[in-house]
């Protein structure tokens, strides 16, 4: 049986779908997909049921905070894409700081139900992100993945969360290319809209 995979934006009508994928803690551990949305303080004091209300209000608005993928119709993954100054821990970030003084967009998260790792899904989440900030008229997409060829990390496999950036691998396959290095283990690439 072949698969099918759509990718949609969330919006108030899927907010259910994102409820069924993030289960009760809210993805990794009630963060909601607010972690680079916030002032580190403020993400602190409303991690769980504040934060699940920050991404409610965000859908109800239609400010589309990321993007479902489905598997057959059932919802699995969680990418979350947007202008980098909406991501407010990003910009104040001293490891991920921007290359350039150019626009991007920033693919920031991920999340698969562990009923669809290890599918291929995250480079298929990746594309779609880049085609829909395409639509939103973005020019350049950033991301921030782990890079498991690194020296220090070959051969070892992903332990909990720690991919929730994005793997390298899965950018390259989608046709993302190195920018910068965060750190030893953590690439920003870009993909640039021709």
Do not use: H
Not at 56 to 74: F, R, S, V
Not at 155 to 164: E, I, M, P, T
């Amino acid at each position: 049986m072949t698969q099918k995979i759509e990718i949609k934006p969330l919006t108030k009508e899927r907010w259910k779908d994102a409820v069924t994928l993030f289960g009760e803690n809210g993805g990794y551990a009630g963060c909601w997909c607010m972690f680079w949305r916030l002032e580190r303080g403020d993400f602190k004091k409303l991690k769980g049921k504040g934060t699940q209300e920050i991404l409610k209000q965000m859908a109800d608005k239609k400010e589309e905070p990321g993007l479902i993928t489905y598997l057959n119709k059932i919802p699995v993954g969680w990418c979350s894409v947007g202008a980098r100054e909406n991501y407010i821990a990003l910009e104040n970030s001293r490891i991920l700081k921007r290359v350039d003084d150019q626009p991007v967009w920033s693919i920031v998260c991920f999340f698969v139900d562990k009923s669809a790792r290890k599918q291929g899904l995250m480079t298929e989440m990746i594309k779609g992100a880049v085609n829909y900030a395409q639509t939103k008229g973005a020019k350049i997409i950033e991301g921030y993945p782990i890079d498991m060829q690194s020296e220090k990390l070959a051969g070892q496999k992903l332990n909990s969360y720690a991919g929730y950036m994005g793997i390298a691998s899965a950018y390259r396959e989608a046709g993302f290319v190195e920018a910068g290095r965060a750190s030893e283990t953590q690439i920003i690439m870009r993909y640039k809209i021709k």
